[in-house]
C-alpha cells in the first residue's frame, strides 16, 4: 500500500534551469496539494488541484511556477528560470476528496531543491 | 481560517506522557483542529482530527475544551522517536479545502 510518492527527492539546479518535481498520490486519491517549507520555516500552501483542475493557486507565485495534475500520470509542480530563493522541500499531500473531516491529508517525503 | 498558539518548543522525558497545549480562541463553529507532526526531514504525519468530543487512536488522544477555545494533545508514553514539530490547525471544516501550517511546537523527547 504505497503512500505519496514524490521524486526525486533530491534536486539540484543552476539559475535559470527549469526544474520539475513529480507527485503520485495514494491509489483511489483524487486531490492533490503542493506545499513548500523554506529553510528553518514552517509549511506554507501553494495549490490543490483535482485530476485535471486547479482548484485553489492562492499560494503559488504569480510567475515561474505551474502546477499540473493530468487525467494521467503524477502530479508536476514546475518552476522555471528557478532562483537561489526557490530552495527549498517541496511537499505533496493527497486525500480522497471527501472533505478533510473524512480524508485527511497524507504527505510524501518532499523533494529538496536546491539552487546553485 | 482561525488562528492558533503553540508554544514554540517543549521537551519530556522518555516513558512519560507529552500534553501539547494549542489555544484557538477565534475558532469558529463549523471548524476542527487537526494535529499533524513532522519528524526531522519527512513529510508532515496526520496523527488526530477532532471537532469537540475528545478522540483517542492508536497514536494519542486529543482533548478539546467545552467552548473547543483550546485543545491538548497527548501521546501517553512518549518515545526517542516522538521528537518532531507538532502542528495544531483549525479548519477544514465541511468543505474546506486545505489545511493552513502555522510554526508548531518542537517536542524534544529525553532519554
Known amino acids: 500500500n504505497a503512500g505519496v510518492m514524490q521524486n526525486p527527492r533530491h534536486l539540484v539546479r543552476r539559475r535559470g534551469q527549469e526544474a520539475r518535481l513529480r507527485c503520485s498520490p495514494m491509489?483511489?486519491?483524487?486531490?492533490v496539494y503542493w506545499y513548500r517549507q523554506l529553510p528553518e520555516e514552517g509549511l506554507k500552501f501553494m495549490v490543490y488541484l483535482q485530476k485535471e483542475n486547479i482548484i485553489d493557486e492562492s499560494g503559488m507565485p504569480k510567475e515561474r511556477f505551474s502546477a499540473e495534475f493530468p487525467k494521467e500520470g503524477p502530479s508536476i509542480l514546475r518552476i522555471q528560470q528557478v532562483v537561489r530563493g526557490d530552495s527549498a522541500a517541496y511537499f505533496c499531500?493527497?486525500?480522497?476528496?471527501?472533505?478533510?473531516?473524512?480524508?485527511?491529508?497524507?504527505f510524501g517525503n518532499g523533494t529538496r531543491l536546491t539552487v546553485t | 481560517d482561525a488562528k492558533t498558539t503553540q508554544p514554540p518548543s517543549m521537551d519530556c522525558a522518555e516513558g512519560r506522557a507529552a500534553n501539547l497545549p494549542c489555544n484557538h480562541s477565534t475558532i469558529s463553529g463549523n471548524e476542527y483542529v487537526y494535529w499533524y507532526r513532522q519528524i526531522h526531514s519527512q513529510g508532515p504525519q496526520y496523527i488526530i482530527h477532532?471537532?469537540?468530543n475528545n478522540e483517542t487512536n492508536e497514536m494519542a488522544s486529543l482533548i478539546i475544551t467545552e467552548d473547543r477555545k483550546s485543545s491538548t494533545l497527548i501521546l501517553p508514553h512518549a518515545t526517542l522517536r516522538d521528537t518532531a514539530v507538532y502542528y495544531c490547525i483549525v479548519g477544514g471544516g465541511q468543505g474546506a479545502q486545505k489545511l493552513v501550517f502555522g510554526q508548531g511546537t518542537r517536542l524534544t523527547i529525553n532519554p
Open positions: 499531500a493527497s486525500s480522497r476528496g471527501t472533505g478533510l473531516t473524512n480524508s485527511p491529508l497524507h
Open positions: 477532532g471537532l469537540k
Open positions: 491509489k483511489g486519491h483524487s486531490h
